[in-house]
């Protein structure tokens, strides 16, 4: 079983529409990460969590929203949708400062 | 200037070649490096961490140079397997615990 799960793996919706991305690990990290990527540009930070009680924001927040509900689990919300935010998000997990970061699968979305 | 930057390439080279990748950074105070692998449409997977003192891993060599502030990645003896983006991630200015991802250095290994 992956370390790191993300669902769905893939989603396909509309301008407007609320969508939440989900994200669970079972490495036992306290810190967690969404990410999205787009063609031809890094990895950008969207939020990050230390803890439960933990939110803060990353590079490009504006538009996202998250909850951290337990240690392994900590979700991606799209309020309302917009074109573009048609991407690929990766959630990710660490164990402590200066330690590599470890990936789910990727949740590929796509906003008509 | 990018915090983090890497030649996107590709690199097209052919089997059992030796290729380099350099990836320059912008933040002196870093203090944690890596290279990630990603095949195409994946999630970045940890290829090696860098230490200042240099690291191999089989065929792979990672070296830190602070004093010009890049670090390297020498693959040797390519296989069709190499294939893939490899990431440069350096850790953030004001942070240990955020990671600077470079755009990548896109690798072909051709039989």
């Known amino acids: 079983d992956a370390d790191v799960t993300q669902t769905p793996r893939n989603r396909i919706t509309k301008t407007g529409k609320r969508i939440m991305l989900e994200c669970s690990q079972t490495?036992?990290?306290?810190?967690m990460y969404w990410y999205r990527q787009d063609p031809g540009l890094g990895l950008r930070l969207i939020y990050y969590s230390f803890d439960v009680k933990d939110i803060n924001k990353g590079e490009i927040s504006d538009g996202y929203s998250v909850s951290r509900q337990a240690q392994a689990k900590f979700s991606l919300s799209l309020e309302s949708a917009i074109p573009n935010q048609t991407a690929l998000y990766f959630c990710?997990?660490?164990?402590?400062?200066?330690?590599?970061?470890?990936f789910g699968d990727g949740t590929r979305l796509s906003i008509l | 200037r990018k915090e983090v930057e890497q030649d996107p390439g590709p690199f097209n080279v052919p089997e059992g070649a030796t290729v380099a990748f350099n990836c320059t950074y912008s933040?002196?105070?870093?203090?944690?490096f890596f290279w990630y692998r990603q095949d195409c449409r994946k999630e970045p997977k940890l290829l090696m961490s860098v230490y200042s003192s240099g690291n191999e891993d089989g065929r792979f060599t990672a070296q830190l140079n602070r004093a010009s502030q890049y670090i390297s990645l020498l693959i040797r003896d390519s296989k069709l397997s190499d294939s893939a983006t490899y990431l440069c991630?350096?850790?953030?200015?004001?942070?240990?615990?955020?990671?600077?991802f470079g755009s990548g250095t896109r690798l072909l290994v051709r039989p």
């Open positions: 990710a997990t660490a164990g402590q400062d200066n330690q590599p970061q470890h």
């Open positions: 490495k036992g990290h306290d810190r």
């Open positions: 933040n002196s105070a870093s203090q944690s």
């Open positions: 991630v350096v850790n953030d200015e004001d942070s240990s615990y955020k990671l600077i």
